[in-house]
């Protein structure tokens, strides 16, 4: 009879020791040889059944043992499969097992884990997605993975764009290993595959999502998915931002220039699509371009943005930047208007700065010492009464109909 304590007894008696006999029985056998090695291999099945699986410590066999027995198409597929979960094995090479087993070798994880293995297991009819998929969320396998040569399988050019859709599709493995095993590929799509918005993110960054405008349509309008794809293509889009304008909405707009990751020359582009009377609605745009409105060709500056910026900023040098150029366009009274608005925020010597860039007599008014006289009108009278009131200039009489301004004896801090 083939049992447990009958094969012990062969192997002690034919020098075998202890703890050999008990751990690797079969390759014990195979150094004996002899009718005994003929016989277990008549009947490798009940052996397996009767000596192997019912002993515990019999798990330790070589991987050629191993591979003999399992490779031998006489016995079941279920003794088969039950040698290779009872066997602690790590092969090399799954290649050298019955393309029926690498289904049983990866799910047990008896298989080094390369991009190779992957892909070939992949491309396997023997081998379920799902068992592939449960494989890869573990963190050991993703290490291995990644570690190894991802050139083996690029060679395979039919087939690589699939095995790549199928890495992009895995939404079952948490991010940080989703990210480790996309990296290894340098094919980008168009499109995103049906993953969480987060790994949707992990895949602009990383480069496999093409910044095409394929891509960004297929965005839907996701804010922080059309943001990424600008951050990841900034110096490929630049010189055809036009193209883009459709995904420009005031909301990306926002994000675009609050942004540390562009250019200042990308950001008055951005500046130049926004919708103006989408900008005129939203003071958060409006403080924010500023420094960028102002790099605009003049005939696409508009008056009513500017004077928004300037009532708006808390930035007073910039103000009087935007100051000088309505003075530029001829827009005096509305100068004024905006000025008697901000002065009571701006210092007197901001202030009195941006009435420099007038013309006389307006300009005398910041020449501390002389005495202009302005033309009397509820305009200037309410902005002089405004400065009087700050203190930035003296007494305002009134002289042949027209308003004499005190200026002050003193230069402005």
Request: aromatic share 8%.
């Amino acid at each position: 009879n083939i049992n447990i304590n009958n094969i012990h007894l062969i192997l002690s008696i034919n020098g075998m020791d202890k703890t050999s006999l008990k751990i690797q029985t079969f390759d014990c056998l195979a150094k004996i040889g002899g009718k005994t090695f003929r016989y277990v291999n008549q009947n490798l099945e009940k052996y397996i059944q009767n000596v192997m699986l019912v002993a515990k410590e019999n798990t330790k066999e070589s991987e050629g043992s191993i591979i003999e027995i399992v490779n031998n198409l006489s016995l079941s597929i279920e003794i088969r499969e039950n040698v290779i979960k009872h066997q602690s094995f790590i092969c090399s090479d799954i290649h050298l097992f019955d393309q029926g087993l690498w289904e049983t070798i990866l799910s047990n994880n008896k298989v080094i884990p390369t991009w190779k293995i992957v892909f070939d297991c992949y491309m396997s009819d023997n081998v379920s997605n799902n068992s592939l998929v449960d494989f890869l969320k573990q963190l050991s396998n993703v290490e291995y993975v990644e570690g190894s040569q991802h050139s083996e399988i690029e060679e395979k050019s039919e087939d690589i764009f699939k095995f790549n859709l199928f890495i992009q599709t895995l939404d079952e493995i948490d991010d940080e290993n989703y990210e480790r095993l996309n990296a290894g590929f340098s094919i980008s799509s168009k499109g995103f595959p049906d993953v969480s918005k987060s790994k949707k993110l992990i895949l602009i960054k990383i480069g496999r999502i093409s910044p095409c405008l394929e891509s960004f349509e297929r965005a839907n309008g996701e804010l922080e998915l059309i943001v990424q794809l600008f951050k990841s293509s900034s110096n490929k889009i630049y010189e055809k931002l036009e193209e883009y304008r459709d995904f420009i909405s005031d909301s990306v707009g926002y994000e675009l220039l609050n942004s540390c990751d562009f250019s200042d020359d990308f950001k008055v582009k951005i500046v130049g699509i926004l919708n103006e009377d989408r900008l005129l609605e939203s003071p958060e745009l409006i403080k924010l371009i500023g420094p960028y409105y102002l790099k605009l060709s003049e005939a696409a500056q508009n008056i009513e943005i500017m004077e928004r910026i300037i009532l708006d900023t808390d930035d007073e040098e910039l103000g009087e930047d935007y100051i000088k150029i309505l003075l530029s366009k001829g827009r005096d009274d509305l100068t004024i208007k905006i000025l008697t608005e901000v002065a009571c925020r701006w210092s007197e010597k901001n202030v009195m700065n941006s009435i420099s860039h007038f013309n006389e007599p307006y300009s005398q008014i910041a020449d501390y010492g002389k005495r202009p006289l302005i033309p009397n009108n509820e305009l200037n009278l309410n902005f002089l009464n405004s400065l009087n009131s700050l203190n930035f200039i003296g007494k305002i009489g009134l002289e042949a109909n027209q308003l004499r301004v005190n200026t002050k004896k003193k230069t402005s801090t």
